[in-house]
Every structure is written in structure tokens, then in C-alpha cells.
């Protein structure tokens, strides 16, 4: 059974930084691409990024474009999200999900997934 999960989370003011981890058993772990999806109560799940098997990154939420970045290091089966400039916009939780080798934005084609981390941007 894969073994999933995210950690990182907290509660920030607007502007400020926090990386999230996603550590997977996921074998071999450089096979996989892991994508990050937010959820807001009531809303539906939304794409935020993606890091395929081959590194290449892929862009869901505009809005993450230029303040997020996402990083992999297999040695550790772990892949990094970095979010810089936080906004209140950007709360919900976050969840990391595992699919072999591509990048999809269908959450449906994603067969594993962590429990969330909360993430929480307020004054």
C-alpha cells in the first residue's frame, strides 16, 4: 500500500513564505510524477502544479505562476513546494497525489493520495 504525506503547513501573514513536503513510498519514486491540488470547504479540488517523472513542471493555477515553485529530490522520495508572496486567496489544504510518469490537471487519473496539510493565510 503506498504511504503518502504532506507536512508544511501552517498558518502565515500575506507575503510570506512556506514550503510543503510530500514524501511518498511510491518504488521506483523518479517513475512518478506528483502534482499538488488545494481544496476549499464547499469548493471543488483545483490543480496547483505538477512535477513529472522527467522534472518538467507544469502550471495549473495562474495565479501560482511566478510566487510557486516545486522541486523533487528522488534520493528522498520526496517533492518540495515552494510558495513564496502567500495570499489569503492561496488557504486551503493541500494535497500531493502520485501518477506514473506524466502530469495530468484530471485529479481522477492520480491513484494516490496524502491526508492534506493546512494552509492558512490571515492578518
Known amino acids: 500500500q503506498v504511504h503518502i504525506v504532506e507536512s508544511g503547513g501552517g498558518l502565515v501573514q500575506p507575503g510570506e513564505s512556506l514550503r510543503l513536503s510530500c514524501e511518498a513510498s511510491?518504488?521506483?519514486?523518479?517513475?512518478?510524477?506528483i502534482a499538488w491540488f488545494r481544496q476549499v470547504p464547499g469548493k471543488e479540488r483545483e490543480g496547483v502544479l505538477c512535477?513529472?517523472?522527467?522534472?518538467?513542471?507544469?502550471y495549473y493555477e495562474n495565479s501560482a505562476k511566478g510566487r510557486f515553485t516545486i522541486s523533487r529530490e528522488n534520493g528522498l522520495n520526496t517533492v518540495y513546494l515552494q510558495m513564496n508572496n502567500l495570499k489569503p486567496d492561496d488557504t486551503a489544504v493541500y494535497y500531493c497525489?502520485?501518477?506514473?510518469?506524466?502530469?495530468?490537471?484530471?485529479?481522477?487519473?492520480?491513484?494516490?493520495w496524502g491526508q492534506g496539510t493546512q494552509v492558512t493565510v490571515s492578518s
Open positions: 511510491e518504488y521506483p519514486f523518479f517513475s512518478y510524477a
Open positions: 497525489a502520485t501518477r506514473k510518469y506524466y502530469c495530468s490537471d484530471d485529479e481522477m487519473e492520480y491513484a494516490s
Open positions: 512535477i513529472s517523472s522527467g522534472s518538467g513542471i507544469v
